[in-house]
């Protein structure tokens, strides 16, 4: 199956300042990256987002306030995660639209996409829109059940948000716990409401956690669930600030382990569609978003030697991981508690 690979060079005017995180220099990185290894199978030029479609995740106005930048502090602007930047508007369009564009194809991979904490009338967490909200929303005029994972270190809290009350979406979230980390949400008994209630799953982890138990709570918890639900289509946010060289988080990931997630989730649905996310080491994210690329497209990178390196490097810590083991023993525990009427794990 053919895999499109989303991009522009105008998703380097997505800026956040020199000392921001959220470094456009990631993507270029990125698409660099999967040139230099010749596994680009075909290449789909990224188009800015009609506003129309903006509607789809955001109010009226909140849309007219990043357009306009009028009174921008009010919608959660001018803080050091999200400063008010040039051409904030023009720029965020690139993205969502890279997103949308995706929902034409069987596969596809949008690295600029992702940005899941946007809340309909607030920017938060380095993120101006929605992609992943805009992106289902379309999805949802084609598919009547789309699984929605989310694998960066953070809680997926913008898209929970936008679909806390609908039983077609599957949300799936697995994250360094909000008792350690930002945004502070995505405990286990958050599950949705009304007809939604049993459609958000979240699994919280511990700091140092390792490939070995995320690798085993992913199996024995998104694989099932995700085969109960039977989706049509996965959108799936492939944040790398799980790996244990990021700046901005906890957990002990490697690219391995990274990886072995990926090759995990090709067996959920033939129709896949994944975007970016978090992930601040700019070693890492090209290597990581490259291999997530090539095992979409069944032509694995052979990073032996890196892998080598970061298993010894992980090892020194390992005592460490015991207490995140503990962590996802009673994470499993409680969410078994929560679901078990929903869904069979
Ligand atoms: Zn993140």
Redesign the pocket.
């Known amino acids: 199956m053919k895999t499109a690979f989303l991009y522009t060079e105008n998703f380097m005017k997505y800026d956040l300042g020199e000392n921001h995180p959220l470094n456009p220099v990631r993507l270029k990185k990125t698409y660099d990256m999967i040139k230099k290894y010749n596994i680009l199978d075909f290449y789909v030029e990224a188009k800015p987002v009609s506003e129309h479609d903006l509607y789809l995740a955001h109010s009226k106005e909140y849309i007219e306030a990043v357009k306009t930048e009028k009174n921008l502090e009010m919608y959660g602007f001018g803080t050091p995660d999200n400063p008010i930047f040039k051409n904030i508007f023009e720029s965020s369009l690139y993205y969502v639209g890279a997103s949308v564009q995706c929902s034409g194809y069987s596969r596809a991979f949008n690295i600029s996409g992702g940005l899941h904490h946007a809340k309909r009338n607030r920017a938060s967490g380095f993120c101006v829109f929605n992609d992943c909200v805009v992106l289902i929303k379309k999805l949802l005029e084609k598919y009547r059940r789309v699984a929605y994972i989310d694998i ?3 809680h997926g809290d913008g898209v929970q948000e936008a679909f806390y009350t609908d039983p077609r979406i599957l949300f799936i979230s697995i994250h360094e716990s909000g008792k350690f980390l930002f945004p502070g949400t995505g405990d286990t008994s958050e599950i949705g409401i009304g007809d939604g209630r049993g459609t958000t799953i979240n699994i919280p982890l511990a700091p140092f956690t390792t490939d070995e138990i995320y690798l085993d709570m992913f199996r024995k918890i998104v694989l099932p669930i995700t085969k109960d639900f039977d989706p049509e289509i996965i959108v799936t946010q492939l ?1 790398i ?1 799980t790996h244990y060289l990021d700046p901005l988080s906890h957990l002990y990931l490697t690219l391995k382990g990274y990886g072995d997630v990926i090759r995990e989730m090709k067996k959920i649905s033939k129709k896949w569609i994944a975007l970016g ?2 992930g601040y080491n700019l070693e890492t994210v090209p290597r990581a978003w490259a291999l997530a690329y090539s095992i979409m497209r069944d032509v694995d990178i052979d990073f032996t030697k890196i892998y080598e390196e970061e298993s010894k490097e992980v090892k020194k810590y390992k005592d460490l991981g015991t207490n995140a083991k503990y962590f996802a023993d009673v994470t499993y525990k409680n969410l078994k508690g929560e679901i078990s009427e929903y869904f069979s794990i």
């Open positions: 960066d270190t953070h944040g600030d996310g978090g």
